[in-house]
């Protein structure tokens, strides 16, 4: 058997499908661990020959993701100063469609070492097959009916279809008796019977080869040491241990990772709004935060910590360390996760980061001053889950929502309290300086009126907090009141309040 290199070498190896999936990340980002735990190599291959679901622009997107959350390519495509993509490595291409030539050769090779042969059964007949395979509750496969042609019949069958333009597939001629082992770092041995797997197809009738042949070939020769990859890859694994056996080629370590599921155990939804890592970075949780989230998904450092950073997590990253059980996705713990890093941002760095979602929502930032936004943020801060949440939670500080008056009324109070007591608060707070409206005096201040008063708190401070906010729920009285008259002046206060009453 050949040698591979003595170093570490992982490879990413997406198709350009698209949007960048969680489970992808995921895959990325253990690879990525591993590679620099060990001062290995991470190479990205983008792995194209499908070509029926090829999306443009998927390349730039995925290493745009990629770049965003810290993941780095060492070899392969890369994205420039000018966030151009380029490529480099000493063994490029590393794009499958610019590597046909390799996959024909090495097919040729099997078929002339009795490992692969051609196969001219036309799409028609393999349906016929297939059908009647399930109807006899066969599992469906190809029954071989071109394995063992005469050279002669070889000859024949090529010129029939070349007059029909068409070209013949290459199939793997599958061992029909004995095992196939997978030695797996997560899972240990696992065990197939040669008679149960399928001559699948290597080679395509356009000259593209299946994933399986190219699979293999690539990670021979970039010198991949572990293949590290979702286990739902497992099912393929052995025909790929019995090509590098054909080849007589050293075959890689394999992990295979658990799969990632719902909370109810249901598959991880393939629709882009469910899955897709822009989607979640546009929603507003922090890359630190979704990489440390990701991380725990079938990975267990065994220790109390639940906070990673990226040093962190490849200091302690091990393969060892891997579940076999599915990965659940608990977008409540991610909220909880992403929340513990959003606090633990200073107030400048988190204004700055809720600042696009405001505008999002409608707000010209550039017309308020920047202490008053981040007055908000403070508020906030301890509330949010996610920054997207910022439109909706804060609105009321922009622009006053409409809203019915019975929001004004205290559970055990009416519509008649609830005017007297905003009266009173108005002709209370309209003899106040702008220096008193902070919340430290408006609070002392509030709590001694409705205590002169034997008032109940919630007959005042409800109607007073749904006046200035127009809201079910906000943060206390006192804290909207000093951060609108942060913003806008006392007058502001006032104004809002006399609207409850004029509701009323």
Known sequence: MTDTTSQIRVRFAPSPTGYVHIGSLRTALFEFLFARKNN???????EDTDRTRLVEGAVDNLLKVMKQLGIEFDEGFYLDENNQVKERGELAPYLQSQRLPLYQKHALELISKG????????EERLEEVRKEQVALKKPPMYDRKCRNLTKEQIEEEMAKIREQGRNPVVRFAIPLEGQTVIHDLIYGDITYENKILDDHVLL???G?????????????????????????WMPSTPKHVLLYQAFN??????????????????????????????????????????VNFVAFLGWNPKTEQEIFSMQDLISQFDLAKINKAAAIFDTNKLDWMNGLYIRSRTDRELTDLLIPYWQKSGVDTQKFKRGFLEAITVLEKERLKKLSEIGERTKYFFALPEYDASLLVWKKADATDAKNKLSMLTDLLSGFSENKFIKAELEKEIKDFIANNNFDNGSVLWPMRAALTGMQASPPPFDVAAVLALGYGKDEVIKRLQTGMDKL
Not at 40 to 46: D, N
Not at 209 to 222: E, Q, R, W
Not at 268 to 288: H, I, M, P, T
């Open 204 to 206: 395509k009738s356009d």
């Open 115 to 122: 490992h692969a042969y051609y196969c001219f059964c036309s």
């Open 40 to 46: 290995g190599k991470l190479v990205l291959r983008i």
């Open 249 to 290: 080629w050293q075959i890689p370590l394999m992990a295979h990772i658990p799969l990632i599921v719902n909370p109810d155990k249901t598959k991880l939804s393939k629709r882009q709004g469910d899955v897709a890592v822009e989607d979640f970075l546009n929603k507003g949780y922090l890359k630190e935060a979704l």
């Open 208 to 232: 593209f080869p299946t994933y399986h042949l190219a699979v293999v070939i690539d990670d021979h020769f970039m010198q991949i040491s572990h293949i590290i990859r979702g286990e739902e």
